[in-house]
């Protein structure tokens, strides 16, 4: 009967929370976690491990997967605050250092996104079986660009994001092992071999927030 009790009011608890109507939000300041990305047609499949620093503005990604039928890895530390990032290479000991001008943008739901539902990742037949999720639509104008995102109701964490970007196509981004803080600080300081690395310039692109900035 007690446990029965139990269910029964922690049901009653988690409904009362959907019942409420949801606000946008902001990620923890730290995040690690990995993610699958998916472009266009599913042309190239890729896995990343990210790491995120809102505080100083930096974002670390190391990417893994398949173009076509051509295999892809790349190391790209950004330095928001610093305006360029590193593409890095421990294979050949080689680093590349690229301007860039873009503002940091930190994990949120935009203000101006509409909330469009609340689900459950599961269950919501007993305790613990299913995570509450809130999905949210809007659009870029910086990259002419309509999104669908969804992130946590506790903790406002993402779990996928759906980009529709014109001349671009779809792009499918699901978020998964993430652990809020830094583990090791250390992998957002440039290796040894990048402090003699200079500028290079490249054509600039539309860096619109952390999400295309992992595109």
Not at 68 to 81: A, E, K, P, S
Not at 118 to 142: R, Y
Request: hydrophobic share 40%; with cysteine.
């Amino acid at each position: 009967m007690q446990s029965l009790l139990l269910l029964t009011v922690s049901l009653s608890l988690q409904l009362s929370v959907l019942a409420q109507k949801p606000q946008p939000c902001k990620a923890p300041p730290y995040l690690e976690g990995k993610l699958l990305v998916v472009f266009p047609e599913g042309k190239t499949l890729v896995f990343e491990q990210f790491y995120y620093d809102a505080v100083e503005q930096r974002i670390r990604v190391i990417t893994s997967g398949k173009e076509g039928t051509h295999n892809v890895f790349v190391d790209i530390l950004m330095l928001f605050r610093e305006r360029f990032y590193y593409e890095i290479s421990y294979h050949n000991k080689s680093c590349t250092k690229v301007p860039f001008s873009t503002a940091f943008s930190p994990i949120e739901i935009p203000t101006d996104a509409q909330h469009k539902a609340q689900f459950v990742i599961g269950s919501l037949s007993a305790p613990a079986q299913g995570l509450l999720v809130n999905n949210w639509e809007g659009s870029i104008a910086e990259i002419k660009a309509n999104y669908s995102m969804s992130f946590t109701e506790f903790g406002c964490i993402p779990v996928t994001t759906l980009y529709s970007i014109e001349k671009t196509g779809h792009i499918l981004s699901s978020f998964f092992d993430i652990v809020i803080g830094i583990e090791n600080p250390d992998v957002f300081i440039p290796p040894s071999f990048c402090t003699s690395a200079k500028l290079v310039e490249r054509k600039p692109g539309e860096v619109a927030d952390f999400f295309t900035a992992l595109m």
